[in-house]
């Protein structure tokens, strides 16, 4: 990957319906050459999808909250990840270090869907405690940071460009 594939995926970040000549003009390159890169990157598993953002509070999601979930001693990491993974009301789900095994974020409707949700949670197999913490706003969410930000220095540590 080079410098302009990290522009083109910045760009992308910015802008997943940018057509390719769209991209081309930003980077120099032709919409063919930019299509040819786009398609390697997304076959080199670089770039994994595209989707709409949508702001939660208006399909009815008021609600969001960062869940802790301390496994018991036979909690099963996969298990209860898959348990997670079949509530569509987790967002995502964080392997993490600490008391916690996961943090996953959670979005519903009303205080008492997260409490029946949490009540959901308490009983997956192998979970043995929750923490939760109510998001009460959102500063910023989901930005993309600009590949190549921080780029290796010829020792191979990073610091900052720019």
């Known amino acids: 990957m080079d410098g302009v594939d990290r522009q083109i995926i910045a760009a992308l970040r910015d802008n997943g319906r940018a057509t390719y000549a769209d991209l081309g003009r930003q980077v120099g390159l032709s919409a063919s050459a930019v299509h040819e890169r786009v398609s390697k990157l997304e076959q080199a598993g670089v770039i994994i999808g595209y989707h709409a953002v949508v702001d939660p509070r208006t399909v009815g999601l008021g609600v969001t909250a960062l869940v802790g979930i301390q496994p018991n001693e036979g909690g099963e990491d996969d298990v209860i990840a898959a348990s997670l993974a079949a509530m ?16 996953v974020k959670v979005r519903v409707p009303t205080v008492d869907d997260l409490e029946r949700l949490l009540g959901k949670i308490r009983r997956v197999s192998g979970v043995a405690r929750t923490r939760t913490t109510v998001v009460l706003s959102t500063r910023f969410e989901g930005r993309p940071n600009t590949p190549g930000s921080i780029a290796p220095n010829s020792n191979g540590t990073r610091s900052e460009n720019g």
């Open 88 to 103: 569509t009301e987790v967002e995502s789900c964080y392997g993490v270090a600490g008391d916690e095994a996961f943090v």
